[in-house]
């Protein structure tokens, strides 16, 4: 098997670099210059960065000066949770962080709070964050210690699943708390507005949207009331990111956030007839699989399934072998596989595992023939060692 | 003047990116997936970035298990200077930072300690720390409190002076304190071993040495002494850096330390010699510029100058208009030029200000030549004002 017939099916642990990002980056690398420096060369490059600054604030409609870009989204996930924060120039102090138990670990951990401020919301069977939980646990809330933040992803990124964020957000008005929306894995495949969502602030990785790894950001609803840098010194992003800005990484992300916005209603169609087309085939071969949230809200492009008695460390290793990358579950951690703790806060037994089919604009009809075919001999394989037992 | 023209002497605000580090970006840009992922594409992008750990590490001299990878020298900066620190797995408190008052400020800052536990150690007027007033600081510090760290820069990113690192180890041994060397500047320009500094930790930036924006590394002597991570998360960079990794940024800020180490004596001596053809010139056309630290020990690419009576913005933009990029200090905050913190500390009156020419291996005599007909253009036309008022 030669490298040209591997099929990726991994776009939620990165997708394939976009061609209009890698030319966007080509040109930018080209340009030598500090975007701080005020000589023509510095100038040119900082209109560069700050034209990447409205096509992502377009993105998720946003003022391009609520935009903070950052070196990647979990970067942007530790500078919002913490529990220093300032209004203007006056330290406001927040008491707790309350995360969804399906959180991706950059958010589950909590950032800069100690872990003892750091509360799970459970999620229902259904992979949803339990509002109700979300609510009782707020009005418990001792507001002297500082107003409640709440971490909420827009969809999960190991199941697909949207979640409930309206209702989160109008729970978390009630209880004057600060919303924040993880969107990485929405953004690009949910048209997004940070006013629709009511959300404080949205979180937004380039490489999960078809930019260049390296890039990412935190937009906030207004400029007033903003965490304390993580990351101090030169003042760039108004001192809210200090460090050299990153403009051939931008103008990738700027390129994939206007891809996105681009025939989103379209793409997303045609994805999922091709995730239809995958979850039918796969059932039509082993009606036993089960795929995690097919009852429930999902993103297009995602499938999350377990076959019975297949370990997913396992069943990962024989779709590689046949040239098939998928993943079991999210690949956050060096090279480990861990238990899906998505499984688990939804109430399986996720000592089995899942697998993570998820595909993009790229993918075609016949990487999904290809993923079936795999899939046939796959539990071909395991009949016959059944069988044969 | 067409752009063609233009004459790049800011190799201290970054420096242009190497034309084999441009095509490391490239492949590495070409190859889908998540170095994280176990599949056949993660498992190949792990290993460029490992073996981008390898040559970064190779740069100084240092074992590549202690090299964690950052998006810049700043969150390295900011990763490091921490009273959080941990004993393998037990925590441990840093009792007082000391950082030079030449430092950058994304040293000066002070990373995560508290504004009132950084205490300035002065500069002599040559420009170098004192390290008889760094000793009376770390004699008088109270380590019931924590031991101290001192953070020192190897050069100067204004004056290019090189510190007293030597000195300042030794120092810092006796009082059992640590010590961080900022080597961003100095690496690529000077040989560089973490050992033979005696030094905990080193900072580095990839851009600063020809290879991209958006990569730096805290070099550490060992690892059992580490800062507790500054981004949390997946876990990558054994949890001491959470965020995906950036495979293309990482080969080519390896293709940059590979370019470092090999011909540094020769490319440093002619260097030099350009430097110094700059300098001779520069004082043929005006005997009165000033020349800071050109007594005492400089990296060979920097020239910090002022003209008596021409402002460091002034004189900037005029050089801009010549087609010169060069610098009035450091490119840190966003288009600001203020004034020189490294000419305050060094005691020089600060409102003139300097002008920074910083040069690098594709500097050309031409680029000499240029400079100073555009020197002795903007000196004649102050003099020809002078003579007219």
């Known amino acids: 098997m030669t490298r040209l017939e591997r099929t990726y099916l991994d776009w939620n642990a990165t997708a394939p670099l976009l061609p209009q990002a890698r030319e966007a980056m080509l040109a930018a690398l080209g340009m030598t210059g500090n975007p701080s420096s005020v000589h023509g060369e510095g100038r040119a490059l ?7 600054r409205r096509d992502v604030a377009a993105l998720v409609g946003a003022e391009p000066a609520h935009v903070v870009f950052t070196s990647g989204a979990t970067e ?12 203007g ?22 950032g800069r709070f100690p872990r003892e401020s750091v509360t799970g919301v459970p999620v229902t069977p259904d992979g949803i964050v ?10 418990a809330h001792d507001t002297a210690a500082g107003m409640p933040m709440v971490a909420v992803m827009l969809a999960n990124n190991e199941t697909g699943i949207v979640q409930p964020v309206a209702a989160v957000a109008e729970i978390v008005r009630r209880y004057g708390g ?4 993880d969107a990485v894995q929405a953004a690009g495949r949910l048209p997004i507005a940070i006013s629709a969502l009511d959300a404080d602030f949205l979180i937004l990785s380039s490489h999960k949207l078809g930019g260049p790894k390296g890039a990412g950001a935190l937009v906030s609803r207004g400029e007033v009331l903003m965490p304390a840098a993580l990351v101090r010194g030169g003042g760039q992003e108004k001192g809210h ?18 891809f996105a916005l681009d025939g989103l209603a379209e793409r997303n169609a045609r994805i999922a007839a091709l995730r239809d087309r995958l979850e039918a ?22 499938v999350f399934f377990s ?23 999210s690949a956050c951690s060096s090279g480990k596989v861990g238990q899906s703790h998505v499984l688990t806060a939804m109430g399986f037994d996720a000592s089995t595992g899942g697998l993570r089919v998820s595909i993009g604009p790229s993918t075609t009809e016949t990487d999904v023939e290809r993923f079936l075919a795999a899939f046939a001999r796959i539990v071909a394989r395991r009949r016959g060692r059944a069988d044969a037992a």
């Open 89 to 110: 120039r006056t330290p406001l102090s927040i008491g707790r962080l309350f995360v969804s138990e399906i959180e991706h670990p950059a958010v589950r951990e909590g």
């Open 281 to 302: 085939g796969m059932r039509r071969v082993a009606n036993g699989a089960i795929v995690y949230g097919s009852g429930t809200e999902r993103l297009s492009n995602t």
């Open 46 to 52: 900082r209109m560069l960065v700050e034209a990447a």
């Open 307 to 329: 076959l019975p008695g297949l370990k997913s460390e396992t069943g990962q290793i024989a779709f590689d072998l046949e040239g098939i990358a998928l993943s079991a579950g």
């Open 241 to 258: 990111r200090s460090g050299t800005e990153n403009p051939a990484a931008l103008a990738g992300f700027a390129a994939a956030a206007r």
């Open 76 to 87: 942007a996930a530790n500078m919002v949770l913490t529990p220093d924060f300032r209004m």
């Open 130 to 139: 339990d509002t109700g939980a979300l609510d009782a646990l707020l009005a």
């Open 178 to 181: 600060l919303l924040v929306i």
